[in-house]
């Protein structure tokens, strides 16, 4: 089983800055068959990124993934308010499926 | 517009039986892949299990073969998830999902809550 290690656990920043979420696994991820959701409280997860750089449909483009390997990244360029959530890495190259532990990023 | 829609949320006893549901739309429904996923605060987001509903072909995680049955009935558009003899630990929110091209999911339905407790 691929274990997906997230970090850091929480971060606490503001709207306008950078952030840069990691995500490294246990072995490498073939095909870069890496994705990356966002989930609000009270509200199902949403997918953001697939195959670890491929934007998912109506996702603003200051959301941006990166790596390959066993190293991956999602980048949100400028955090608006509606960011502020807890972001989850999803690998599903091998059986079975698992996902991260999770990064909130808070206010 | 893709949308799944989730049975409602449930509260039943330790030993009880129940079957919920998941209804696709806005897409052609029996040639995606439907997953099951369990949220939980202590363990995170953790994958049951997928079911094709063209052909009912199944893939479950190991962790919860034998716990949980996945069906579906592409003539009504709906994917299922059933416990036979449900326990406490069982308590959880279920997601149901499909599954894109490479095996990510884009688009979740809203989630049903099962609380189990005597």
């Known amino acids: 089983e691929i274990v997906l290690t997230q970090s850091p656990g929480t971060l606490s920043l503001s709207p306008g800055e950078r952030v840069t979420l990691s995500c490294r696994a246990s072995q490498s991820v073939s095909s870069n068959y890496l994705a990356w959701y966002q989930q609000k409280p009270g509200q199902a997860p949403r997918l953001l990124i697939f195959?670890?750089?491929i934007r998912a449909t109506a996702i603003p483009d200051r959301f941006s993934g990166s790596g390959s390997g066993t190293d991956f990244t999602l980048t949100i360029s400028r955090l608006e308010p509606e960011d502020f959530a807890v972001y989850y890495c999803?690998?599903?190259?091998?059986?079975?499926?698992?996902f991260g532990g999770g990064t909130k990023v808070e206010i | 517009e893709v949308q799944l829609v989730q049975s409602g949320a449930e509260v039943k006893k330790p030993g009880e039986s129940l079957k919920m549901s998941c209804k696709g739309s806005g897409y052609s429904f029996a040639t995606y892949w439907i997953g099951w996923v369990r949220q939980t605060p202590a363990k995170g987001l953790e994958w049951m299990g997928i079911i094709y509903p063209d052909d009912s072909d199944i893939k479950y995680s190991p962790s919860f073969q034998g716990q949980v049955t996945l069906s579906a009935d592409k003539s009504i558009s709906t994917a299922y998830l059933q416990w036979r003899s449900l326990k406490a630990s069982d308590s959880a929110m279920y997601y149901c999902?499909?599954?894109?091209?490479?095996?990510?999911?884009?688009?979740w339905g809203q989630g049903a809550l099962v609380t189990v407790s005597s």
């Open positions: 195959d670890a750089s």
């Open positions: 999803h690998q599903y190259a091998n059986s079975p499926l698992t």
């Open positions: 999902a499909r599954m894109g091209a490479s095996g990510h999911f884009d688009s």
